[in-house]
């Protein structure tokens, strides 16, 4: 059974940091790019950031210069570290598997944990 258990988030006020974490469990782990999603009251899930197998990151404009994406391929895990964050990253953000890197891809299926929820507001 595919197990994805996102840890990390909370209340902050805009200009705050936030580190995100993602145990799973139940997938090959080493052999998929991963991803961290978000979605925001009302919208659709969106790509926040993704990583390669061996490294290479990138991420959605939104987040590109505040946000970090890493791996742990020994211990399975997926970490976001968010900084300068903004009232429009409120959301509830999920991590998975990406299928298609560097396409802006979400996967409209799938098995998903219940996220972690990050709220920025005054």
């Known amino acids: 059974q595919v197990q994805l258990t996102e840890s990390g988030g909370g209340s902050v006020q805009p200009g705050g940091s936030l580190s995100l974490s993602c145990a799973t469990s139940?997938?090959?782990?080493?052999?998929?790019?991963m991803a961290w999603y978000r979605q925001a009251p009302g919208k659709q899930r969106e790509l926040v950031a993704e990583i390669t197998t061996d490294g290479r990151t990138n991420y959605a404009d939104a987040v590109r210069g505040r946000a970090t994406i890493t791996r742990d391929n020994a211990k399975n895990t997926l970490q976001l570290k968010m900084n300068s964050l903004k009232p429009d990253d409120t959301a509830v953000y999920y991590c998975?598997?990406?299928?298609?890197?560097?396409?802006?891809?979400?996967?409209?299926?799938?098995?998903w944990g219940r996220g972690t929820q990050v709220t920025v507001s005054a």
């Open positions: 998975n598997i990406q299928i298609h890197y560097g396409q802006n891809y979400v996967l409209p299926f799938g098995n």
């Open positions: 139940g997938i090959d782990f080493r052999i998929n790019a």
